[in-house]
């Protein structure tokens, strides 16, 4: 019987037991931490409707036709491997109801590194968790090496 495989979010669950519910629709990610774990796996498993569907209302992609971004969520997971992923921070929930996470996703593009740190904002949309926006950084914008880095260090500006 093949090994079964780890969860692209490196949780360290099996992907069956961790992001796949959420994928499959059978839940709702229970936190923004949560959901942008199940969104790496999505773009590792080429899941291009999920990103699309975890998507904030008010994101700026949700403003153009489904199917254009669509296809180029698809392409750009097709073109490119996710070998890990290092979540750095999380915030519940403002007074707003804004919760952010850090975290810093490993990606490669050929064989060419294309890594990069994000602060990424969610907001819940009645429904679930959803991604709303975030401000990202390569690490050779870094001044220090991106494990490092937490949501009180994050450069954001």
Known sequence: MPPVPPC???SGQRYRQCCAPFHRGEAEAPDAERLMR???SAFAQRD???L???LHPDHPMRARPEADVLRELRAFAQGHQYPG???LGHQPPDASGLARVLFFAKVFEKGKDQSFV???DFRHDGTGWRYLEGILKLPRELS???ESLTLDT???G
């Open 52 to 54: 699309w569907k975890t």
């Open 144 to 146: 220090v090496p991106p």
């Open 8 to 10: 692209p979010c490196s």
């Open 38 to 40: 199940s969104r790496y």
């Open 85 to 87: 992923l290092v979540v």
């Open 118 to 120: 994000e602060r990424s």
């Open 48 to 50: 291009a409707a999920y």
């Open 154 to 156: 994050f450069p954001a």
